[in-house]
């Protein structure tokens, strides 16, 4: 996988496929006026958002490769890398593109949000796919932005317009995200099934013995999902972390384990603690009881 493109600054990707420049630190980009252009593989040190009706097969986005729907974004952040290699082929795409770096942003309520925008760090298969209303939202504040900057760029308002225009395009697909978390959840109950499941294995394989405690990336990878996006779905699913979720999950299991006879120090190495004093406080944290008081409460039959 050779990087063919390195966007250094947002203007780059613009000059490499013939689109019209707006704005030092901004760049807007509809596709439908730009014709035909060549793949290339990018590695992406501004912020970027691809709103289209298709993408190339086998586009690289995140550590996989992403599955088209009609119609969806994908959000590059600095560091990350996504295209596809050039092939010599020339393909006409539809939408929008947006970048921006962070000089443009220094300071704002956009730069002080940035870590709730958590589908910049989403990977392989976790696009937005937005329905025809919301398509048409982000749309129509693509153009919005393409308008300002073509025509009022020069003017010191400018960028402020811009800036709440950006603010606004995130806060939206924060909010479609949440509704596609929702409808996953609601018909997809599956990868909360098989979260489940990839704990019951965990333990049923011994892995931690060699792994230590089951943590949410393991987990996630297990899914082949992000640590992010899987985070975001549990959340809306369960109103919890996957981090509290792994943690009830491993209480229980000590719970049954006590009361079938284990010692404390026997139940923390079971469960893949370092020191029985980590699981001691894990287990009172969880429960308002340490674990030694749990066992005599169900002795007494407290």
Not at 60 to 68: A, K, S, V
Not at 83 to 104: C, I, N, P
Not at 132 to 149: F, H, Q, S, Y
Not at 275 to 299: I, L, N
Request: glycine share 10%; charged share 20%.
């Amino acid at each position: 996988m050779k990087i063919q493109l390195q966007l250094n600054h947002v203007n780059d990707y613009a000059h490499d496929i013939g689109a019209p420049v707006y704005h030092p630190h901004v760049s807007i980009i509809h596709y439908d006026e730009v014709g035909e252009i060549r793949h290339t593989l990018n590695r992406f040190n501004v912020y970027a958002l691809f709103l289209q009706k298709e993408f190339p097969e086998n586009l690289t986005y995140g550590i996989g490769t992403y599955i088209e729907g009609d119609g969806s974004l994908l959000a590059y952040a600095p560091g990350q890398i996504g295209g596809k290699s050039d092939d010599g082929t020339l393909r006409q795409y539809h939408g929008w593109v947006l970048m921006f770096d962070a000089e443009f942003i220094r300071d704002t309520q956009v730069e002080r949000q940035l870590h709730d925008y958590r589908f910049f760090s989403y990977n392989s298969n976790e696009a937005l796919f937005l329905t025809t209303e919301e398509k048409d939202i982000l749309t129509g504040l693509m153009a919005n932005i393409r308008a300002e900057l073509s025509m009022h760029g020069q003017e010191e308002q400018s960028d402020n317009i811009v800036k709440d225009y950006i603010q606004l395009i995130l806060d939206y697909c924060s909010r479609f995200y949440a509704r596609q978390f929702n409808e996953q959840a609601t018909t997809g109950s599956d990868i909360l099934t098989r979260f489940q499941q990839v704990l019951i294995d965990y333990y049923a394989r011994g892995l931690q013995k060699t792994k230590g405690f089951p943590n949410v990336k393991y987990c996630a990878g297990e899914l082949c999902l992000s640590p992010g996006y899987f985070g975001d779905i549990v959340r809306n699913a369960l109103g919890e972390s996957p981090k509290d979720y792994i943690r009830g999950f491993v209480i229980m299991r000590a719970k049954n384990l006590i009361l079938g006879g284990m010692s404390i120090a026997q139940v923390a190495e079971e469960l893949g603690f370092d020191y029985p004093q980590h699981f001691t406080r894990m287990f009172k944290a969880s429960t308002g009881q340490t674990p030694s008081q749990f066992m005599q409460s169900k002795r007494g039959g407290g």
